[in-house]
């Protein structure tokens, strides 16, 4: 089971799924009033992006499925490399709006300067885009770094931006995978993701299996072995602790080989 579907739910049914468990965690903590908030907003403009992809039209990949199988074979993801078009009329509004966000939010001048930097051509919106779809971390920072522009908040906010794309991206391009694809992903064996490249968010429990959740498109995949995700210890260094005596669900993993 190393590629596993999100189940389908309305976007309504998101909108209340979250807002339940913004106001329990208000409830326990209402000192996270300005972090809840913050989140919210940005959600809601992720999502209100997300429905209007949805809307349009994803381009058409001319990625056969041998030749996916292949590159995941070799320890590829699926999408690296690959020259994708971006609808870049369509979320260069959302890169504005999530930094007016992050500006009211908290990040106060260091966002409204990137907003700036946008919406005044010093950063072509299509370029910072495909960077963060590329995953190409540095050449953003640099890009940044040389406008004076905070490297990790531009990351965010093109991370943001481009997130429900490569979501639609990586649904379509596994959705219908044949023997030959679902083969490869079934060995896939790598602590990134198979579709897009990134590291996970987090490892869930679906089914009595470890499954790793994408902190960029959401795929979910899961190992063969239970080792770190990110140099494959599995000996006595790699360790899995609940910190909470109260909640062991919620667990830790730590690997004192590679510091992950």
């Not at 903590?29 to 992006?49: H, K, T």
């Amino acid at each position: 089971m190393p590629h596993v579907e999100i189940r389908a739910i309305s976007r309504q049914n998101r909108a209340d799924l979250a807002e339940r468990r913004w106001e329990a965690v208000l409830a326990h903590r209402p000192d996270l009033a300005a972090a809840v908030n913050l989140q919210r907003r940005l959600l809601g403009l992720v999502s209100d992006l997300s429905a209007t992809l949805e809307n349009g039209r994803l381009p058409r990949l001319s990625l056969p499925q041998k030749y996916l199988a292949a590159k995941l074979t070799r320890g590829v993801p699926a999408l690296a490399g690959e020259p994708i078009p971006l609808p870049v009329p369509t979320m260069r509004p959302a890169l504005l709006r999530l930094c007016d966000a992050l500006a009211e939010g908290g990040a106060g001048e260091a966002a409204t300067h990137i907003r700036d930097a946008i919406s005044g051509g010093h950063v072509e919106s299509g370029s910072l885009l495909a960077a963060s779809l590329a995953r190409n971390q540095s050449a953003i920072r640099t890009g940044a770094v040389h406008r004076g522009l905070a490297p990790d908040l531009v990351w965010l906010v093109a991370e943001l931006a481009v997130s429900p794309f490569v979501h639609a991206l990586q649904r379509t391009l596994f959705a219908a995978s044949g023997d030959e694809l679902s083969g490869a992903l079934a060995r896939w064996d790598q602590g990134y993701c198979p579709a897009c490249g990134s590291w996970p968010a987090l490892a869930e429990v679906v089914a009595g299996h470890r499954t790793l959740r994408c902190s960029f498109c959401s795929a979910g995949w899961e190992l063969r072995s239970y080792a770190c995700i990110y140099c494959h210890e599995s000996g006595e260094k790699f360790v899995t602790a609940a910190p909470d005596e109260e909640r062991k669900d919620r667990r830790v993993e730590v690997c004192s080989a590679c510091g992950g």
